[in-house]
């Protein structure tokens, strides 16, 4: 028998940006993710911006976390979160970014400022503490549920 239950996780999309051809960072923070109780959707590599929007539009997330190192990431992230902004589905929502966004070495110190302007919530140096993105994403308001699933034999 299936018995509906509701499925309580948060969904997050990962994405990184159009440029990057990076793939294990997105690998690493997929697992990382799933390991602390998220659902993740995971873009890939060379996203484009229209990719990520349409993304928001369909997956409907609870937050959203760009992954980019390689050293474009500061201009990309910029674009795209400026369109995101500019969507129904992604004005009020949680998007965080970090990696090697830039081409000046460690840290992103020199990037944050601008791009919380531009509209992140959140931007991590590349040698954070994984924790403190997934403590970041716990402190989040709780995620609604999404659908519908069956779980099977109760
Ligand atoms: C493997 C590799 C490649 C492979 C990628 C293969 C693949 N399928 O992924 C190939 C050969 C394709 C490649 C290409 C290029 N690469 Co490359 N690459 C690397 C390398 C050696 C390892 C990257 C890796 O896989 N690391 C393992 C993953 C798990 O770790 P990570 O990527 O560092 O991510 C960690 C952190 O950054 C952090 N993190 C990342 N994102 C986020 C997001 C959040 C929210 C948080 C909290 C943390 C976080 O957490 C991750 C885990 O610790 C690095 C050098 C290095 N040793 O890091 C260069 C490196 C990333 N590459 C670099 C460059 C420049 C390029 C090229 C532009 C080279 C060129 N001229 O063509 C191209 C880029 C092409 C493109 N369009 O993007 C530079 C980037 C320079 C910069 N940012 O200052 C690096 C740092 C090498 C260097 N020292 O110059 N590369």
């Not at 990309?76 to 129904?88: N, S």
């Not at 070495?105 to 990037?111: A, L, P, V």
Request: charged share 20%; aromatic share 4%; hydrophobic share 40%.
């Amino acid at each position: 028998m299936i018995t509906p239950a509701r499925r309580p996780q948060r969904r997050v999309l990962l994405s990184t940006v159009s440029s990057d051809s990076h793939t294990w960072n997105l690998v690493f923070l997929q697992l990382l993710l799933q390991e602390s109780g998220n659902e993740v959707i995971n873009l890939g590599s060379c996203v484009p911006d229209d990719v990520i929007l349409d993304a928001i539009r369909v997956e409907r997330p609870d937050a959203v976390v760009i992954s980019s190192v390689n050293g474009h990431g500061f201009l990309d992230g910029r674009r795209v979160i400026k369109k995101l902004r500019k969507t129904p589905e992604g004005a009020g929502l949680p998007v965080m970014i970090g990696g090697k966004l830039g081409i000046l070495g460690d840290g992103n110190d020199q990037y944050s400022d601008e791009l919380v302007a531009a509209g992140f919530d959140a931007v991590f140096s590349d040698s954070a503490s994984p924790q403190a993105l997934t403590d970041y994403l716990h402190e989040l308001p709780g995620a609604q549920p999404h659908e519908l699933v069956g779980v099977p034999g109760t």
